[in-house]
């Protein structure tokens, strides 16, 4: 266990079917490279506010502004951001009115519920719209219109498996999985930044709305506090495993990675140094979060100091080898769970969109 991780670390111990159907431009130079000291389901919309400056701190540990609310420990958003997320949104509005849903972007669908490939750059408004155009029935057959709701929601960049269920009953039956975690979820990202040199590992902090509307980290401590606006800083858990860094590396399948790897509980800011040559490594990392807040993956990533690529947000690079990045590159791999009607267990799985299989080095 690598004790210069953290200022709290602990040990964390914890019958499928299965349809598997440059330059290079930093948005910001300070990475958190080397963490020495970490303080530490909802699915939600992107958060489109942009920050301006940090916060201000007044109490000796730094955890307090002035007014008495929690003082986030990830940093604020790049003013280029707002920019750049513009000029995706309005290209992605676009391209998701032209879009069309077909066969070929189905995983799996039974009469309770279809799974769909959602590609990276369209909303999942637009997925949930165009599902009735594969639902329609043969003509002459008359049948009832099924009430059909997003049983999970992507970001807009993010593709990968999205649910969408055929009636109200089974919709209720997966916000209750959602809520008690029996839903089991894996994400595949690119990174940039230093090489870990862990293998495994726990992120456990806090989350919310800063001041200025944007999601932050905040310390695990501050879980409960209230934030301006009146919401509460709510926890957040998300693992993390190495696939691959610099195309060196196994694509294996997902594991239980409850057994061993470290366990960071985040109480400060991490440590930012500047970056260099060892700061552009490419790492493909897979993600399994414990719970569904917005931004989640992206936030811990930004947070352990290997941003996801194309992730303006939270500074990630958006370039990469040269090539302008149209969006972040993060994939729902996966998602695991208990039919809400047969009680079957069920594991569907998206194909990996091609940054992953290059990155991978997968020849398919």
Known sequence: MNHSLTHRLRSHHSGILSFKFHPKT?????????????????????????????PTDSSQNGLTSLDNYPVPLSPPLP????????????????????????????????QWLIAINKPQGIYCETILSSVPTLLKPPQGVHVSVP????????DRDTSGVTIITKSHK?????????????VRKTYIALCSGVAPKWNR????????????????????SDVGRKLPGGSVVRDMETSFE??????????????EINDGGDVVVVEERAVR?????????????????????????????????????????????????????EGHALHAESLSFKHPITGDRISL?????????KALQLQH
């Open 242 to 255: 190495v696939l691959s860094v610099n195309g060196s590396g196994t694509f294996r399948d997902e594991s």
């Open 273 to 325: 140094e500047g970056s260099g040559g060892d700061a552009e490594s490419e790492i493909i990392v897979r993600a399994y979060p414990r719970s569904g807040r917005t931004h989640q993956i992206r936030l811990h990533c930004q947070y352990l100091g290997i941003s996801i690529v194309g992730d303006v947000k939270y500074e990630g690079v958006c370039e990469w080898k040269e090539v302008a990045r």
């Open 147 to 154: 009430e059909l709701h997003l049983a999970n929601r992507l």
């Open 201 to 220: 590992i726990t992120v456990r902090s806090g989350h919310g709305r800063s001041k200025f509307g944007a999601w932050r980290v905040y310390a695990a």
């Open 26 to 54: 930093l948005l910001n130079h300070h990475r958190y490279q080397n963490l020495h000291t970490l303080p530490l389901q909802n699915c939600g919309s992107m958060a489109d506010s942009d920050e301006s400056q940090p």
């Open 349 to 357: 799985h998206a194909p990996l969109p091609s940054w992953a299989n």
């Open 170 to 182: 089974v919709a209720s039956k997966f916000v209750k999985a959602f809520t008690d975690h029996e």
């Open 79 to 110: 003013a280029i951001s707002k920019q750049i997320e513009l000029s995706r949104a309005m290209t992605a509005s676009s391209k998701s009115s032209l879009f069309s849903l077909s066969t070929c972007h189905v995983i799996y669908e039974d």
